[in-house]
């Protein structure tokens, strides 16, 4: 009786609001050119506000906002790479620039989240002086920019993981940027001081988890991992459905980017079926691209008793 064996590979995915569609082109180079230069002004403006009024969660705004411009920058930068083909050296192409783009972004957003909770207990113990209408003023004007950023990325937002966490960046900001706001307003009108350090606080808390959530879909994909949604057994079952098709094993299905799986696996079929052996082998390929979008696959063909030890033994091995 024929059996298979297959990897075992851990199934906890956390993918943070993974989407996959098959065109980034929707987000305009141009669009994404325009919101890093506004960006880029929008963080100069606010750490020069930050320190000529002495706010700690003005410069946390305006870190959160370099971030941004650093992740509008990276990810037109990477979509660029991205569309050349594959060559000589790079045989799969660039298209996991745009996650390396991403993974640099996110840990150094972790990094600036981390210095500004240090930053922050400091303020309780030794607060600073803080001119709070300065901070109302120059967190109103991030606040619009931080609009017009988040619609101006909110195209691209569903089909790229790089645009999307820029996305989530800018209504981050623009949350943050109300909460400076809010801060501001209480020192003027209660002298507040300790409202400064405690808004910064609940900025870079929103940098961490922000950061740590999407670092992981991004580690999951360069570690090879399964891609969302597909079950190994599934895939094993339906190509050992397919007519002539006696066993299946050494699979392995991974992804290049959010959008693009790839399978690979030993197939085995009976001597007999050795003239149908391209007809099998569409029919196991169109079962891939139907049942699981799996639109490229490598398959090796094995004839029954070529390798007994894989076909007869339904033990797990780690190849």
Not at 84 to 105: F, P, S, V
Not at 115 to 128: K, S
Not at 279 to 289: F, S
Request: aromatic share 8%.
């Amino acid at each position: 009786m024929p059996h298979d064996h297959h990897h075992q590979h851990g199934h906890a995915h956390g993918h943070g609001g993974h989407h996959h569609h098959h065109d980034t082109e929707s987000m305009g180079d141009g669009r994404l050119a325009w919101a890093v230069a506004v960006n880029v002004v929008l963080t100069v403006v606010q750490i020069a506000g930050g320190v000529v009024s002495g706010s700690l969660a003005l410069v946390a705004d305006a870190i959160h906002n370099l971030s941004d411009a650093a992740a509008l920058g990276i990810a037109l930068f990477a979509r660029k790479v991205a569309r050349r083909g594959a060559d000589e050296r790079m045989t799969y192409g660039y298209r996991r620039a745009e996650i390396i783009a991403a993974l640099i972004n996110l840990t150094t957003l972790i990094v600036i989240g981390v210095y500004l909770v240090y930053e922050a207990i400091l303020r309780f113990f030794a607060p600073e002086p803080i001119v709070g209408w300065i901070v109302v003023v120059v967190a109103g004007v991030a606040l619009a920019i931080d609009l017009v950023t988040a619609a101006l990325t909110y195209a691209g937002a569903k089909e790229s993981m790089n645009i999307r966490a820029a996305f989530l960046h800018n209504v981050a900001d623009a949350l943050g940027s109300v909460a400076v706001i809010v801060a501001g307003t209480l020192v003027i009108w209660f002298g507040w001081n300790w409202v400064d350090p405690a808004v910064t606080l609940l900025i870079a808390g929103y940098i961490l988890w922000h950061g740590l959530v999407e670092i992981r879909a991004c580690i999951y994909i360069l570690m090879a991992g399964v891609p969302a949604g597909v079950e190994l057994a599934a895939l094993s079952t339906a190509v050992r459905a397919v007519d002539g098709v006696v066993g299946v094993h050494h699979l392995h299905v991974w992804q290049l980017d959010e959008r693009a799986p790839y399978f690979e696996a030993h197939v085995v079929i009976d001597r007999v079926d050795a003239d149908r052996l391209e007809d099998i082998k569409r029919a196991v390929k169109w079962a891939l691209r139907e049942r699981f979008g799996i639109a490229h696959s490598t398959l090796e063909i094995e004839f029954v008793g070529t390798h007994s030890d894989c076909i007869e033994t339904a033990a797990v091995v780690a190849h």
